[in-house]
């Protein structure tokens, strides 16, 4: 049975079946592969994406539990071509390396930000722990995260 | 000659790919998904080490989507590094859990994986030998009984039975030393696991066929020895391989060798259609190319006075199933264990072990790591047994100005002890934080060490366009490490004399650039860099002698500035570089240059090291680093207190 959902702010069908990590459909059905499969097991958060206005690692979610709902991926967060202002600061602060880990980060950071726009260091280390960068560059992403956090 | 005005170069160049990948709109290979595309699966061995009876693969065939199978028949070469033992799927015989049996091309990955699980093997299981004690011991089986018979690529390795490569050094009298009555003589051994690199993208390729040659596109630090490697396994001339290399998803060494780029190439060739192959995160944890585990030996005779005057060690490396990396990296022990300090007399034998396990690789300082910490800790344990403050035996017996490295490489300058006494000034401004552990185990350490530059052959060309932009070509490769989107934009960019924006940087493409030896060990900034600075020469030279004459001006009196070439010291008074190009247009045809780069070949003492790919190392990179942990007894949580660097 088709599933109905938004993603990105469009009504979108999907045929697959009902198990079908979520993942999957947006990247191989409707080619946004700014979300990443890197561990399919819930543990790196690289597939992070806003579910109902909530991150959720989407290799986890089933696609028959999706049904009407509202999905939001990394390729949401620029407006009209310009990106976001967490977007911008990270950019900006040269935190980015080879760049794999950043979609998940981004939405993640996106939602915590909205709920605690003031967020000290720990909060905001506390908000990454489910999201692992191999390059290894947690310092300097929490230090542009907190710099955001300053100038809100 | 002119050169470049230095305080035109730009610094903190903003990386040119930060933006994309923000917006997640970055293409790496496992984003890359052109039209027919097929999905690859690989059917794996679940025994360490079996005979094989039969392999049948008609009920495969019959299977839906399935559009090509690939089997040991399909790729007759053998690759290696040293020595060519490597098949691309298990031959005859099955080494390791998780070997390549055959390899399915299919419409969909599920069909892929399903037609995969439906080719019949049949084995004879035979006894593994699954750590190295196992491998040494007498009458153990061997890996490879037919090890005699291989391809030897490189020259001088002692090797023998599961014993894949022995490299060793011997410098001086050991003997003499530790037979002297004035010397404690301390013992230490360490043994280490494997580490698996787990970069978020993992190996993933898609390769297609067409015009008789074969397209492979990968994530890869190699692009070169993917070209010459799928040449030799497919038994193709390597001329029929083209590499492409995408943006990389992390790498840190796994991605230094070919893997599974072949199974691709063959899979494109028999279908006709492109093929993906994407390892899952199982098969990269079953067959990643680890960090190799490791048991480090070490014995030194010092006197009390703290004088290293002999030094002894036995590395032994396992390499898994084959050689590979592992092979090469016997090397290091001479410039890792062996490093740093100053030594009367050294023996050192660093062996690589077969074992029924997967094949290790490269990873980050690659055998550096390991044996740094097992140098440090023994270090202290010298320093306990004759009663000297760590610090103090280490600024007295650091490699200085004058001294020889294990091979008998002389060093120059001091660097090692002035970093060491910046340490302790470092030290000195900021107290412990041991009271921050609580009730937490503490611990503190310094320490040095040494690495290198893995430096070795690069080239670049530079086209000059005549809107005054450049073009750099390179086989250089985009990690995350800002080589390709800083590094080589501002190099490039200051010796011409044109903004980094203006410096256009290829992906890698073996079809358009020369060979490079692959993206690793700090090499690409040094060594692509360099052949980038010397295709600028080229390119300037050029560009001076046409301005020279536009200008009536001698070349020595131009300075290249902001996209200008300019008289010296009279700002204005010359013309835009654009100009110089569509000049040179008319009058020598389009402005191209290019440069080489190769090692600069340091010496070591003759005689002193066997089996080893390297003798010295050309460029030595030292550190110290000094850090404060806290680790709870309960739970092992680390949690680091204080860290400095002196580098």
């Known amino acids: ?152 | 000659m002119a050169t470049a005005d230095p305080s035109g170069a730009v610094m903190n160049l903003p990386r040119r790919d930060a933006r994309d990948k923000l917006l997640g709109r970055t293409r790496y290979t496992v984003d890359r998904m052109p039209p027919r595309l097929l999905h690859a699966a690989v059917l794996r061995s679940e025994i360490a080490s079996a005979r094989i009876i039969r392999i049948d693969t008609t009920r495969a065939r019959r299977m839906p989507g399935v559009r090509a199978i690939a089997l040991a028949e399909d790729a007759p070469g053998m690759h290696g590094i040293g020595i060519a033992d490597h098949p691309l799927f298990a031959s005859g015989v099955i080494r390791f859990h998780g070997e390549q049996i055959a390899a399915v091309a299919a419409d969909t990955y599920e069909q892929a994986q399903a037609a995969a699980r439906a080719i019949e093997v049949e084995l004879e299981p035979l006894p593994p030998v699954l750590t190295m004690a196992d491998a040494l011991a007498p009458g153990a089986p061997l890996v490879h009984p037919d090890w005699k018979s291989y391809e030897i690529l490189f020259e001088g390795g002692a090797r023998g039975g599961n014993v894949a490569w022995e490299a060793t050094v011997i410098r001086g009298d050991t003997d003499a030393a530790f037979a002297r009555d004035d010397v404690v003589i301390v013992e230490s051994s360490f043994r280490v696991g494997r580490q698996n690199h787990v970069s978020l993208e993992g190996r993933a390729v898609v390769a297609t066929y067409e015009d008789g040659r074969y397209h492979i596109e990968t994530s890869t630090q190699v692009p070169w020895t993917v070209r010459n490697m799928t040449s030799k396994l497919l038994g193709v001339p390597a001329s029929q391989v083209h590499v492409t290399v995408p943006p990389v998803g992390g790498a840190f060494g796994q991605k230094f060798d070919c893997t599974l780029e072949p199974y691709a190439a063959i899979l494109a060739r028999k279908s006709g259609q492109p093929v993906r192959l994407v390892y899952s995160r199982q098969e990269e944890m079953l067959t990643c190319l680890c960090r190799e585990n490791a048991d480090i030996k070490i014995r030194s005779a010092v006197t009390k006075e703290g004088e290293i005057v002999g030094r002894e060690a036995v590395v032994l490396m396992d390499c898994g199933a084959y050689g590979g990396e592992q092979i090469f990296l016997t090397t290091m022990t001479a410039h890792t264990l062996g490093g740093n300090y100053k030594l009367g007399s050294i023996k050192l034998a660093t062996r690589a072990i077969y074992t029924n396990t997967p094949p290790n690789g490269a990873f980050r300082a690659c055998n550096g790591v390991y044996n740094t910490f097992a140098l440090e800790c023994h270090t202290d344990e010298i320093c306990e047994a004759i009663g000297m403050d760590p610090l103090e035996f280490k600024r007295r017996n650091v490699l200085g100005d004058g001294d020889l490295g294990a091979t008998g490489q002389v060093f120059e300058g001091d660097v090692l002890g002035p970093m060491l006494d910046r340490m302790e000034r470092l030290r000195e401004k900021s107290p412990s934080r041991k009271h921050l552990a609580g009730d937490r185990l503490y611990g503190r350490a310094t320490v040095v060490g040494t690495w290198f530059i893995f430096v070795g052959p690069s080239t670049a060309t530079i086209n000059l366009n005549a809107d005054g932009s450049a073009t750099l070509i390179t086989a250089g490769v985009e990690l995350g490490q800002g080589t390709m989107v800083q590094a080589l934009p501002q190099i490039v960019a200051h010796e011409l004399g044109i903004h980094p924006d203006d410096v256009v940087v290829r992906n890698a493409d073996t079809d358009a650039a020369g060979f490079d030896l692959g993206v690793g060990g700090g090499r690409t900034t040094v060594s692509v860099g360099a052949a980038s600075v010397a295709a600028a020469a080229d390119v300037r030279n050029k560009i001076l002698k046409i301005a020279s004459e536009l200008l009536q001006t001698p070349p020595d009196r131009l300075v290249l500035r902001d996209g200008r070439v300019e008289i010296a010291g009279i700002e204005g008074s010359g013309t835009t570089i654009a100009k110089v190009v569509q000049r040179a247009h008319q009058v020598t045809g389009p402005v191209v240059g290019s440069g080489s780069f190769a090692n600069p070949g340091a010496p070591a003492m003759p005689g002193c090291a066997a089996g080893h790919f390297i003798d010295a190392i050309d460029i030595p990179v030292f550190n110290v680093h000094d850090c404060e942990v806290a680790v709870d007894p309960e739970t092992g949580h680390v949690e680091i207190l204080s860290y400095k660097v002196v580098q």
């Open chain 1, 1 to 152: 049975m088709p599933t109905n959902l938004v993603i990105n702010g469009e009504d979108r069908i999907s045929s697959r079946g009902s198990m079908t990590p979520l993942i999957d459909v947006l990247r191989d059905e409707f080619f946004l592969t700014g979300a990443k499969v890197a561990c399919r097991e819930g543990v790196c958060g690289a597939c992070t994406v806003h579910l109902d206005g909530r991150p959720v690692v989407s290799c986890l979610v089933p696609l028959g539990t999706v049904e009407g709902r509202d999905v939001r991926t990394v390729e949401s967060l620029a407006v009209a071509g310009e990106p976001s202002p967490l977007q911008l600061i990270m950019e900006e602060h040269d935190v980015v390396q080879c760049g794999m880990c950043f979609p998940g980060i981004l939405m993640v950071l996106t939602s915590f930000f909205q709920e605690r726009p003031h967020a000290e260091r720990d909060e905001i280390k506390a908000a990454l722990v489910g999201n692992i960068c191999r390059c290894t560059g947690y310092e300097r992403l929490v230090d542009a995260a907190v710099a955001l956090a300053r100038r809100s």
